[in-house]
Nanobody, 129 residues
Framework: QLQTVESGGTWVQPGGSLRLSCAASGGRLENYAFGWFRQVPGKEREGVSCVKIADGTTYYTDSVKGRFTISGDNAKAMIYLQMDNLKPEDTSTYHC??????????????????????WGQGTEVIVSS
């Protein structure tokens, strides 16, 4: 069974950078797609960025395009989210999970955000001056 553990969240000033890490176990990375998700009070959980490890296809939600970069390292079984030019609205707990569903990466990302239920602890990012 695929399992993920997130790390790297902390407090950072607006305009700063962070790299979140996700350690995956229980399967070969190239057989899966992964994503980073966040939820703020009063809003639905959203897929921030997702990636198909086998072909590198990526998806980014509009608010992070040009600022965040998702990547995977097969050898280390790690998935990363490089976050640059952070904004206060990026403040949230970030979760890394293997995607459910099939088809285009955006569809898989959105399905996971909506229907996946076994969310882990996540890692907290606070962007504030």
């Amino acid at each position: 069974q695929l399992q993920t553990v997130e790390s790297g969240g902390t407090w950072v000033q607006p305009g700063g950078s962070l790299r979140l890490s996700c350690a995956a176990s229980g399967g070969r990375l190239e057989n899966y797609a992964f994503g980073w998700f966040r939820q703020v009070p009063g809003k639905e959980r959203e897929g921030v960025s997702c990636v198909k490890i086998a072909d590198g296809t990526t998806y980014y939600t509009d608010s992070v395009k040009g600022r965040f970069t998702i990547s995977g390292d097969n050898a280390k079984a790690m998935i990363y989210l490089q976050m640059d030019n952070l904004k206060p609205e990026d403040t949230s707990t970030y979760h890394c999970e293997g995607l459910i569903g099939w088809g285009a990466i955006q569809r898989m990302c959105e399905m996971t955000a909506t229907y996946y239920e076994k969310w882990g602890q996540g890692t907290e990012v606070i962007v504030s001056s």
